[in-house]
């Protein structure tokens, strides 16, 4: 692994949520693991009213509400606290970057970083052409000799479609290196995600069976029970199939579904998720009418409690028609998937808060022994488990004690709970760190981006001009539109309906 170099992060809104609640917590958990260079710098820049002092208090309060570091001690927060610094600053208005220049100057000479800048643009995505624009207007996009570096992160979302982010990807081009540029995708820091990558390619036994011969269909599946919270506003331009599918979701179906890299590099890995992507058998309209279902949760009582509706929402349009579930069947046309369905699932105000994916092995050629309770020939799965309870579980058919071979569906399974001495990182901390270091494996490159909006645009058109084409409303606290299990031909498959547990029964599930 490389080691980061000393930086001066600038954080474009260093007072937002995603910074108190994400960055800062992950940048302390690295400084106290001593993982971050001696010298480094924190500016963070927004409107509101902060001085160092009062910025301090607000990220300490993020800091202590992460649980597992309430422990530590106020010494070592309140040291990497002097490294923290705020600027007042309006991000529309291009005479405020002369004085963020002077301030960015001055920081990096108080804290002695010789020239590596890099920065994070935690703001709404309107702002990021505007930003980048300023920043090379100012010269901050280019390092004054070769031994330092300039670099931004961007968050997503990266363009609301392919157009949009081509255009932006030409707009950063113009300006910086891709080496330079780290779009973020956080699942792909997530220790599970990149877990699927180690089992896969770190044991010899998955990988002669990972392929049409054996497997029947892969499920992706990403369920939250919450609803859209105080994000009404970005929500609704949004929707389930921007705000999940076009990144997260097809970030894991490509690690699921890639060839073998020759290294583990930065190219190679992205090499081959790039295939992946360019293999995905493009939809047509007639194609999103049958493999792709969108549905809209609408008021119901779960547990006791009444749950309005998506368009009874703050800041919802009453007659809005923005997604807030969506399912789509889909191929990957390539030696290795040919004829595999991937069906891939997720959605708002869902039974529970679980992402997964669960490989569907074939069933045997042949039934030699007697069918299980509910009529089913036992199908071998493998759930590769992200959050929560993270693990693995494998599904098996074993025969039940006593006479006669009645077969019974049973289950082998790994927790990361069980590993004595770990804690699951936060996915910014190994993202945030990789950055430092100059390593972006686990970042969306331009190419890829462009290429999953490729698959994304063909449904957006088509819901946007077939008014065929339904959106489903389903009870807030139910697995979404019943249509959605339609995408399976053969009526006896379904979804899997998981529980907070890996190895949980469906009637576990809590909103
Ligand atoms: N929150 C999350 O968990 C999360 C997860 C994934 C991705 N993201 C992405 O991260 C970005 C930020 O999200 P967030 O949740 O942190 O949003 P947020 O809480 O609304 O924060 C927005 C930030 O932008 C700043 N800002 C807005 N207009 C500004 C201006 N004209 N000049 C200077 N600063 C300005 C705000 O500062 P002032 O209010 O002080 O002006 C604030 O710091 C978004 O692109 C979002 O999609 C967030």
Known sequence: MRTPERFLLVIFGGSGDLTSRKLIPSIYSLFRQNLLPDQFGILGLGRKDFNDDSYRRHLRNGIKAVGYRRQ?????????????????????????????????????????????????????????IPITTNLARHNLHKAPDKDNWRRVIIEKPFGSDLQTAKDLNRHLSGIFNEEQVFRIDHYLGKETVQNILAFRFANGIFEPLWNQNYIHHIEITAA????????????????????????????????????????????????????????????TNEDTRNSVIRGQYIESRVRGKMVKSYRQEKSIPADSMTETFVAVKCYIDNWRWNGVPFFVRTGKRL??????VIVHFKKTPHHLFKMIADNLIIENQLILRIQPDEGILLNFGMKMPGAGFKIKKVGMDFHYSDLAESTIPEAYERLLLDAFAGDNTLYARADAVEESWKIIDPIISAWEND????????????????????????????????CKNLTGEETYCEL
């Open 351 to 356: 039974p529970a808060r679980v992402t997964e």
């Open 467 to 498: 008014p065929e084409i339904k959106l489903y409303g389903y009870p807030a606290g139910t697995w979404g539109p019943k249509e959605a299990r339609n995408l399976f031909d053969d009526p006896s498959m379904d979804w899997r309906y998981p």
């Open 72 to 128: 530590e001690d106020e010494e070592k927060c309140n040291n990497f606290l002097k490294s923290v610094f705020y600027h007042r600053f309006d991000m529309g208005k291009d005479d405020d970057y002369p004085g963020l220049k002077k301030r960015i100057e001055e920081t990096e000479k108080r804290q002695h970083i010789d020239g590596n800048y890099m920065f994070y643009l935690a703001v709404p995505s309107e702002y990021y």
């Open 224 to 283: 939250e029970n919450s609803g859209i919270e105080d994000r009404g506003g970005y929500y609704d331009s949004a929707g389930a199939l921007r705000d999940m599918v076009q990144n997260h979701l097809l970030q894991i179906a490509a690690i699921v579904a890639m060839e073998p890299p020759a290294l583990f590099n930065e190219k190679a890995v992205r090499d081959e998720k790039m295939k992946v992507f360019q293999s995905f058998r493009p939809l």
